[in-house]
């Protein structure tokens, strides 16, 4: 377990309006340039001037990110994708989105620190892809996310073999940029579900170390939701309806996958909680138990209902990366769009927190300020 004792960076508020989260990106603008060149012609019994204004050029521009507000921490960012992978005992970061730019970079959590890593090869920007371990191939498993037109022919399907990324392109399945992806760690592999084109249903896939194979189970979800494995049942637990991926709805349930076919679970204790504002919005599996979080409150999974565990870090966010350290036995969350910080688009956050019963500030993060009882 890393030690909490830590004193933690001080850093500016992500709620102070004079914070630089509220400044807007800075882009480097290159105007062209006019240069104005005099020239004066004597001759005898003659005399002109001439002005020559030349036109130069704009130089080539590319998009410019951000740098760093700490060398050691990774750039704000939100819809990137983490998960912890056993081989290398660290929390893998990639993606996700900062200011409109789809970040490529890779960064490991040794359970007290991060460390950018510099593989050879890498997926492209990506907004929202899913990670996950294999058991199978020793490998975590990166596919769908949004990369943009520019690089839409790249494979949707990448390998992370502890040292570089590895790219799929005979996976044989074009991965969605909205899924849901999962340990299933009973039947040691990974499980991919995702909406089936023209169809109000969901496809179930599952990874063999190189390919997706389409499982045909006799019952399914009519939609995909949120997915984390339930170690108490030793079935993977999928959270579905509307409110798992929109803002102002209401209802849902609670599905569990035994490895052959889906099966709806519990009864009104089991429904999805929201207040229609404050919607589900990461499922994770922790060592108590599938952990979901809203934009407020975070609820964890006892057999058959959803227990309150209290509020999320704060701030109050959306689109946060979460994984499970089994070996330390805590969630790790980095960033999200932070829903109390000013200015839009909404501010991404760069603090990470970790939680083992009760959530704890680490890099990045403000400690919450003592409540002095009167």
Do not use: K
């Amino acid at each position: 377990m890393p030690d909490r004792g830590d004193a933690p960076r001080e850093r500016a508020s992500p709620r102070d309006p004079r914070s630089w989260r509220d400044e807007p990106p800075r882009r480097e603008i290159r105007w062209r340039q006019v240069i104005l060149v005099p020239a004066l012609a004597i001759a005898v019994g003659a005399a002109s001037s001439v002005l020559i204004a030349h036109l130069a050029p704009p130089p080539a521009r590319t998009p410019l990110l951000p740098t760093q507000t700490e060398p050691n921490l990774p750039l704000p960012r939100s819809s990137a994708a983490m998960a912890y992978d056993p081989a290398t005992r660290t929390t893998l970061l990639f993606g996700g989105d900062y200011a409109g730019h789809r970040l490529d970079d890779t960064w490991s959590w040794s359970g007290s620190r991060w460390t950018q890593l510099h593989p050879p090869a890498s997926p492209p920007g990506l907004t929202a892809p899913q990670m996950a371990y294999d058991p199978r191939s020793e490998a975590v498993v990166l596919i769908g996310g949004s990369a943009g037109s520019a690089t839409s022919s790249a494979p949707s399907t990448w390998t992370w073999d502890g040292s570089t990324w590895r790219p799929e392109p005979g996976s044989g399945l074009q991965g969605p940029v909205d899924a849901a992806l999962a340990t299933d760690a009973a039947a040691g592999q990974v499980i991919l579900v995702s909406a089936e084109s023209g169809t109000r249903g969901i496809g179930t896939w599952v990874w063999s170390g190189r390919h997706w194979s389409l499982l045909h189970p006799p019952t399914s979800p009519p939609q995909a939701g949120l997915l984390a494995y339930d170690e108490a049942s030793g079935r993977l637990l999928m959270v579905t309806g509307p409110d798992a991926t929109s803002l102002g709805s209401s209802g849902g349930d609670v599905w569990s996958w035994d490895g052959t076919t889906w099966s709806p679970v519990g009864g009104p204790a089991a429904a999805v909680p929201t207040d229609g504002e404050h919607r589900p919005d990461v499922l994770a599996p922790s060592a108590d138990g599938p952990l979901l979080l809203t934009s407020s409150d975070m609820y964890l999974w006892d057999a058959d209902r959803w227990v309150n565990q209290g509020l999320t870090p704060d701030p109050r966010r959306i689109a946060e990366a979460v994984a499970y350290d089994a070996a330390a036995q805590e969630v790790v969350l980095f960033g999200g769009n932070c829903l109390t910080c000013l200015g839009l688009p909404l501010v991404e956050l760069d603090d990470t927190w970790t939680w083992d019963g009760r959530w704890a500030p680490r890099a990045g993060a403000i400690p919450p300020t003592p409540v002095i009882a009167t």
